[in-house]
């Protein structure tokens, strides 16, 4: 007895010693990351892809971060912020000591001049001389979108390390948003020297500062030996970003050993990723949301809530979700992720139920679906992180459909007229497919953003109700984040009551990588940062 | 002959500003807008229009080319619309390894196809005529896609010979001058680059070779056939010449001549971009480009691109027909 408590007690001391051992980090290597595109550009503000923030998120950071693998917010280049009673004003003290990779120091006019460049009509104030600030290249995307000129009224640098925001209305999603990659902070002198070779060019106070740039090739970046916080790394040398446009090439790379990140594999590769020894999976349960929505400026669609219920039980999301996603998505009862805060889990979610869904539809007034014309199912013709094929999706629903009585056609166009004829509503369109990645780990930018189409007529599901609105308005101007969850609870439960859309999966990251690739992390809002990996 | 190829530089003018023509008429009737792709899902009302002002996209047709014919008279092509770089820059930095690459596999094909189409000709019928005709139908008929994966699994997952993708090791230092990197690597002398450079261009040449290749065999054989059958072979046979001498002395020449005009056509295929190849061994050349542009309907990069590749297409046809009255003086230049 004493003696396998021994042995227990010596097995359980070696195994801490040994995971102390592999917890220690390594310095130094090249990191060598496989991407199926090169970056478009590299200055923040105007970057709008996955390709070209996974740089950024090295090279820059902003006031705030959020956490690991959580979209939680923790001090940044702010170390502490205030919120004024009315919600209108916000004051973030900044970080001493932090450098830019050209040796000029970071402070409250960097901040100022980094957003101020966005700002449609620029009230800004430089706490010291300050610059002044080009012309706008082009639109600001994220920033327009964000609709941030609606938001920030003015931003004041009061001294060297404090900045100032004023509001023009209050906006709870307003830190997250200063947490996202188009909030990143600059070196103003790096930016004036060529305000055109900027975007090629960055300087940031990341962690690792830009070296080169091959097109199409490679971009190199190398640790900063100055950064401010030498606590959780950067233990690379290098990093390399290799553009392998082909997915099954960028797999055999890494099998070959000579990545040591894969993203976006076929999902065809991850059973033989899972049998490789030199292989492990990162995962992360991605924040998104793939969606099939009705055209509710039409009837019957509009108004027969039945009709919409029918269809919700008709489809068998789980056999798309099995197939189709290939183990890569899960079934989703929200349209929002489980993973964010405010997630209502007592949402029942759309059983697969055949019987029903017929009795349903003889109630909503087609019974059999007679009297019901054939229906156009519009179907994406690209892959998006939260659908993988869109048009094979579209012909199992259609499948699904006909066993209830409902006729169907599967209808798509090349992406850029899809998404914009979808906005229209047009008349030939009854149900469609879409969907979301979130921005900055707030409900608001999914349930607001997409569904509360009396918000405006550019939002893509035009559901007008009374209800809703109020909901995601009272969202928008409560500070307290335990009252604006029970809000967002309140309006999932109403979506499933109403069926405005239905929620069909969130699809999950899985980005194989090498074994001695060590505390790499994938992150929900599918920014990569490179800062604490090493390699063993 | 001088006057011959100022004439012939002159036509390209007429001739690029056709193409120019097709190309805006081909996107104005195309369905897609560059700002609803640029934006995505995440599109505005606002930020649409905002975009497409920027883009200068609310502009009339007319207004949009003649601003374009405009900034090609001034040698300036203009900005991407997505990577909002030069697209001049853009060719400059994606041509050279275009053309490399395309080079290679020309230099494959022509003298391989050649030697298969000679020996095929002199031996017809024998069991290597057959087979490398078979060879030649199986090279042309075969995925580039396919083919280059099992070149990589064959030649570098499983024997390790060659690396699978890219055009340098990511470890290896070079000094570029003309970004040309087999050129770079000799001119200052860098071997390690020359070799990994040459190691890289190994598998996507031979991919890209292996039509180009079929195609010469095949017109080389049949050409030759053709003049083998001629009278002054007869008289050289007659003359006791060896067969050898026969063939490569007498025949070749002639029947070089169509073969010449097929290497010249698909040299120029080649050179507008082998988006196929390019995507599958990361290589990155001017065709992917030119294709990722048109997926997203950068009209900067479609315009500009197109009359690369025109140009090209154009030169290389020059070329030929100067070569024409090099191999053979009965053909004279008027």
């Given at each position: ?25 390594k ?31 090295n ?6 971060f ?25 004051t ?43 012309k ?16 920030i ?71 900063f030996?100055?950064?401010w ?14 553009a392998?446009?082909?997915n ?57 809530a ?10 068998n ?14 079934l ?48 994406m ?57 979130g ?15 009396l ?24 500070i ?22 239905i ?8 980005w ?25 | ?70 900034r ?43 030697l ?19 060879g ?40 570029t ?15 390690a ?19 180009p ?63 196929l ?11 992917k ?9 950068d009209?900067?990069?479609?315009q ?5 590749v ?25």
């Amino acid at each position: 007895m004493f003696k396998k408590v021994g042995i227990l007690i010596l097995i359980f001391m070696l195994s801490v010693a040994g995971s102390a051992l592999a917890q220690t980090p390594k310095k130094g290597g090249t990191l060598i990351f496989g991407r199926g595109g090169d970056s478009v550009g590299l200055d923040p503000a105007y970057e709008t892809d996955g390709n070209s923030f996974m740089i950024c998120d090295n090279v820059y950071e902003a006031l705030v971060f959020f956490k690991d693998e959580s979209t939680a917010i923790e001090p940044g280049l702010a170390t502490s912020w205030e919120i004024s009673p009315d919600g209108l004003t916000y004051t973030f003290r900044l970080r001493k000591g932090v450098k830019f990779h050209d040796g000029t120091p970071f402070n409250a006019d960097a901040v100022v001049f980094s957003h101020g460049r966005m700002m449609k009509e620029r009230k800004v104030k430089f706490f010291g001389k300050g610059w002044d600030i080009p012309k706008q290249e082009r639109p600001p995307e994220y920033w327009v979108s964000m609709e941030m000129d609606n938001t920030i009224d003015s931003i004041e640098a009061k001294d060297e390390y404090t900045v100032i925001y004023k509001l023009k209305r209050v906006e709870a999603p307003f830190l997250a948003n200063m947490g996202m990659d188009f909030a990143d902070i600059i070196s103003p002198t790096a930016f004036m020297k060529d305000p055109k070779a900027f975007v090629r060019n960055p300087v940031g106070t990341g962690p690792f500062k830009f070296v080169e740039w091959i097109k199409d090739d490679h971009i190199t970046l190398e640790a900063f030996k100055d950064y401010w916080d030498k606590t959780k790394g950067p233990y690379l040398n290098k990093a390399i970003f290799r553009a392998i446009p082909e997915n099954s090439v960028r797999f055999l790379e890494l099998k070959a050993g000579t990545i040591h990140i894969c993203q976006f594999p076929n999902a065809a590769d991850i059973p033989l990723a899972r049998k490789d020894p030199k292989l492990q999976i990162p995962t992360q349960p991605g924040m998104n949301i793939g969606y099939l929505g009705f055209n509710l400026k039409k009837e019957p669609w509009k108004s027969n809530a039945k009709l919409r219920k029918a269809i919700a039980h008709a489809i068998n999301r789980k056999a798309i979700v099995d197939n189709i996603y290939q183990g890569m998505g899960e079934l989703a009862k929200n349209c929002i992720p489980p993973t964010m805060w405010g997630y209502n889990k007592d949402v029942p979610g759309y059983a697969y139920d055949v019987e029903l869904a017929k009795k349903l539809l003889a109630e909503a007034g087609y019974p059999e679906g007679k009297d019901l014309p054939e229906i156009t199912l519009w179907s994406m013709p690209v892959a998006r992180p939260y659908n993988p094929e869109g048009l094979k999706v579209g012909v199992a629903m259609l499948g699904d459909l006909g066993k209830i009585g409902i006729k169907a056609r599967v209808v798509s166009y090349d992406w850029g007229t899809y998404l914009k004829r979808q906005r229209d509503q047009p008349e030939d369109m009854d149900l469609f497919q879409l969907g979301w990645t979130g921005d900055n780990g707030d409900p608001d930018n999914f349930l607001a953003v997409l569904f509360d189409g009396l918000a405006s007529p550019a939002i893509r599901t035009q559901w007008h109700n009374e209800t809703y609105h109020k909901l995601m308005l009272e969202g928008k101007q409560t500070i307290d984040q335990a009252k604006r969850a029970e809000i967002y609870k309140k309006a999932q439960q109403l979506m499933y009551d109403e069926v405005p859309v239905i929620p069909v999966a969130h699809s999950t990251v899985m980005w194989p990588a090498l074994k001695k690739v060590q505390n790499f992390k994938l992150h929900p809002t599918g920014s990569v940062s490179l800062r604490s990996v090493w390699l063993q | 002959m001088i006057g011959f190829i100022i004439r012939r530089i002159l036509v390209v003018i007429p001739t690029l500003l056709g193409v120019t023509i097709v190309i805006f008429s081909m996107l104005a009737i195309t369905p897609g807008d560059p700002a609803e792709l640029l934006l995505g899902e995440r599109a505005t009302e606002d930020s649409l229009e905002a975009m497409r002002e920027y883009l200068g996209l609310k502009k009339p047709l007319y207004v949009q080319y003649w601003l374009f014919i405009k900034r090609v008279a001034k040698f300036d092509l203009g900005e991407t619309i997505w990577t909002r770089q030069k697209v001049s820059e853009e060719i400059m930095d994606r041509f050279p390894a275009t053309i490399e690459l395309a080079f290679a596999a020309m230099i494959i094909s022509s003298f391989f196809g050649v030697l298969l189409g000679i020996i095929s000709a002199a031996k017809q019928y024998s069991w290597f005529d057959y087979a490398s005709m078979l060879g030649s139908l199986l090279g042309v008929s075969m995925p580039v896609f396919w083919l280059g994966l099992m070149l990589m699994l064959l030649f570098s997952l499983t024997l390790g010979w060659f690396p699978m993708s890219g055009r340098l090791g990511v470890d290896i230092d070079l000094t570029t001058i003309t970004k040309f990197f087999i050129l770079d690597s000799i001119l200052t002398r860098n071997w390690a680059a020359l070799k990994d450079a040459l190691m890289h261009l190994a598998l996507p040449s031979m991919a890209l070779s292996t039509i180009p290749l079929a195609i010469v065999a095949r017109m080389t054989r049949s050409s030759m056939l053709e003049v083998l059958r001629q009278d002054y072979i007869k008289t050289a046979r007659a003359k006791g010449l060896s067969e050898v001498k026969i063939v490569f002395k007498h025949a070749l020449r002639n029947g070089l001549i169509p073969v010449v005009t097929v290497v010249g056509l698909q040299f120029g295929i080649l050179l507008g971009g082998a988006i196929l190849t390019e995507t599958v061994f990361a290589w990155p050349g001017v065709g992917k480009w030119l294709f990722d542009g048109v997926v997203k309907r950068d009209y900067m990069v479609i315009q500009g691109g197109s009359l690369l590749v025109a140009s090209t297409f154009v030169m290389i046809n020059l070329i030929v027909d100067v070569l024409y009255a090099i191999i053979n003086p009965r053909i004279s230049v008027k």
